[in-house]
């Protein structure tokens, strides 16, 4: 069952929304709330932004232009020596007007103290951080991962502080990109969560609402941060990256034995999971991918749904698991001393993505094909995900968001300009970690279980059967509403 | 750089080898040596062996054996309404002599207890076992995983006993296999290592000795618990099991791509690898595959290792890593409640093993090639594990019985009579795991990685320029002359 949150705001609307008879307390974005950060911020003359990662250049630029005109400063920190200064200069922050400098001095500078590096970073400079936090400044994280850290090593944040998060559930690039589309399209961008994980002057919930308005976000829902850094790790591992990889690898290799050519079978794969289904997804819900099939292509979904489902769910179950009990991040942690003898390698040296690359150049966006059988499968792997979400009670906005709207509008977009291996290639260490950890044992499912499924009876009890009735499908629809369709722009 | 152990025994001949400029102190086994047992067994009458999975059948019927005519009696000890009382009771122990009961009733009847039941058992029954120890017992493990879930846990071994083990490197059926063939070569058997982890009566280090005697060791070599853990559930997810069955799996596809039939891919692939070049290691060493290949042959090789090296060792690396970090026993604990919703599924059935089946039906075992390009990767993936091993610091006796003897004396065989896929899926909860984990992970290295990789350039520094050089010969020479070569007899 789904954990049951409020919270009170003093100067946004909380709305009440009602999902699968659940009812969940939002908050709504949009540019006409800007005005209202300065109140909401009070007692904040600077917000400094930590790191020039994904989250930092687009979060740093999102606040400065949010908060134009207040009294506010948004200011970059960056550690000694990094390269990324020059980029953070670049978009305009300057260490002669004090919106960039070493991150410690930032630190000790600001009242509010946004820590976006990277998580390796942050096991290793928390305790620095914690010491140089004003008394009575505010923390702001945008995932849980340093809770769950703290977990396993036993230690805890500082007692003197706010520590709130606030989550968008897409990559930087997209909370940017969506941000300054929505200079026309008032309200687009990515949705986020917020956790509240300790309040010393009652503030923290209204500074992390201002936090997640000024990054532009639709609609901002609340969660635990325990909740965040379980269904974030798990879904980057899961769908969004790791499933999606895998799952194609898998039906790429069937499509060929199968006697398609390599360009074709990268179209029915690939192509079609990033390009048409997404996007129906995105605009017509998951039930809508179905629905647009004919007689026979629902046939077709169902048996590769009914074949999926399950050993999919396995998977997910197992990468649940792991990240519960602290091991993935235990994981992340441990590689950093590998990685520096053993340099991650690139996924995109086979056959596979040098085909997509062709086919991507080449690519007619309508000639693309909605593979039934791919469809089924992806989203049987889909509502697994959301199923095993559900079933450890992830809040029913989390679970759409983590399963579908962060691939649907941010990262299954930008594969499909760049290929899914670039996207792992390029991604955080621990995205990146555990999409190549878990890739492979999707492929190895399919193989192994679904693909010789597939000649077993069907029967009216397979889990297709509760596919059109699933609540999730409400959930999605109640949800996508409170974000304005806009599909986002990458250059290839 | 390899840990410096040595040990005092009075009873046993204590042997100094000396390998690779390393001295390590072993005793050797063989029959003539039996009735020293029961003088090294000095204040036991009992001894109970706890369960009847892998180990426990051959551990039992072994020690009886080689005790029979003594005055210590072997009993067997299992759970409650256990199914296996009747294959115990086949094997000739019984509830009229007392030789089989209830297992807390022979833990408590016995003064050295051995214990061989699942590790997900271990970690769930550990407190009633050691509560119901005798004051002053040994308990003796054959495997370090309990000592890692302990840590794991904070929890300590009761203060008041002897804590030893005795740890086979081969599976139970082979433990029992080579000890009734050793009736004919005296020696034959399977090696293994013995660890001292409390000693609170002076007689831990004979105890564990006789035990290992009596299992019918050739030789038996000094470890830590903790070295033991490490190497053993490392080695199961590497090259004795995870390993060859992901190497296979890419090479099936690699051959299968080139134009090969499924069964002519076969044959190169797995039927190379747990056929001639397992024996050729096991009566040459790792260097006579290397040496019996003709220039070509050699060429081939030296492409794959170079290819294939730091990929594979990279995985290892994350595995040694995982396994340190208390990661990969944590999994295995946290995956019961799992695996009860999800049961494991068979890895058999796809394609590759079906052809297997029949490629092994028509075998003509002098007809299988020694294809090098396999050999060339497979002994790369053996190098890169004995040098993750060696460079954490393993002895040398563990490294090579972990990564050589264990894979050709033992498990390969086996793999050979019935297939890579029957192994994995018949193998211990902890082994099944891990093999399902990583085994995807080095084929996806391999395909990713190793096979782009082959077009590159060649250099004279690659890997395989110090493959024949490398001390780990030497060693395996020496180790290797320790045990009679007796080939394993396995029915298929």
């Given amino acids: ?36 950060l300065p109140q909401a911020l009070e007692g904040i003359s600077q917000i400094g932004v930590i790191g020039w990662g994904s989250q930092g250049p687009a979060q740093a630029q999102n606040l400065r232009d949010s908060l134009a005109g207040s009294d506010i400063k948004v200011a970059v920190g960056l550690r000694e020596g990094s390269s990324s200064f020059a980029a ?31 998580d390796a970073a942050m096991a290793e400079h928390y305790r620095e951080i914690f010491d140089n936090l004003r008394d009575g400044a505010t923390l702001g994280l945008s995932h849980g991962f340093l809770l769950g850290h703290l977990q396993n090593v036993g230690d805890t ?12 559930k897409g990559m930087g690039p997209s909370v940017r990109a969506l ?16 956790a509240i994980q300790q309040d010393v002057n009652g503030k923290a919930t209204d500074h992390a609402l201002a936090w997640s308005v000024g990054l532009g976000s639709p609609y901002t829902f609340q ?43 990268f179209r ?14 995105s605009h017509h819900g998951i039930l809508g991918v179905y629905e647009q099939l004919d007689d ?68 007619v966006e309508d000639e693309i094909p909605l593979d039934p059988f791919t469809a089924g499968a ?60 878990w890739a492979p044992r999707f492929d190895y499912a399919m193989v192994q279980e679904s693909f010789p499924a597939l000649d077993a009876q069907q029967s009216e009890t397979g889990p297709s059967a509760s596919f059109e009735g699933h609540r999730i499908h409400g959930v999605l629809d109640t949800v996508g509403q409170m974000r304005p369709s806009v599909d986002i722009f990458v250059a290839s």
């Fill in 1 to 36: 069952m789904a954990q049951e949150l409020d919270f009170e705001t003093q100067i946004f609307e909380k709305e009440i929304i009602e999902v699968a008879g659940t009812k969940e307390a939002i908050v709504r974005g949009g540019r006409h709330l800007l005005p209202l």
């Fill in 88 to 118: 953070a200069r670049e978009a305009g922050f300057s260490e002669d007007d004090g919106t960039l400098g070493e991150m410690f001095d930032i630190v000790r500078a600001s009242d509010f103290v946004i820590v976006l590096i990277s």
């Fill in 157 to 168: 944040f500082p007692e003197n502080v706010n520590v709130v998060a606030v989550c968008p």
């Fill in 179 to 194: 941000y300054v589309q929505g200079a026309e399209v008032n309200g687009a961008g990515i949705n986020a969560s917020f």
């Fill in 223 to 265: 969660t635990t941060m325990e909740s965040e850094y379980r269904s974030d790790i798990f879904g980057e591992r899961g769908i969004l990256l790791g499933g999606v990889h895998g799952l194609v690898e898998a039906l790429y290799r069937k499509y060929k034995d199968e006697g398609a050519t390599p360009e074709d079978a």
């Fill in 268 to 281: 029915r794969s690939a192509e079609a999971v990033t390009g048409p289904i997404s996007k129906t997804i």
């Fill in 296 to 363: 026979a292509g629902k046939e077709v979904f169902k048996r590769a749904y009914d074949a999926s489902y399950l050993p999919m769910k396995a998977v997910l179950q197992e990468i649940y698991d792991e990240v519960r009990s602290g091991n993935e991040i235990r994981s992340v942690v441990v590689a950093g001393e590998r990685l520096e003898k053993y340099p991650m390698s690139t996924i995109d040296q086979t056959e596979m993505w040098h085909v997509g690359e062709q086919v991507r150049a080449a690519r």
């Fill in 378 to 437: 992806y989203v049987a792997t889909m509502m697994a995900q959301i199923d095993v979400l559900d079933e450890a009670g992830h809040p029913l906005s989390e679970i759409v968001n983590e399963s579908v709207i962060e691939a649907t509008d941010s990262l299954n977009p930008y594969m499909h300009a760049r290929g899914i291996a670039y996207m792992v290639d390029n991604c955080s260490i621990t995205a990146r970690l555990g999409s190549r950890k």
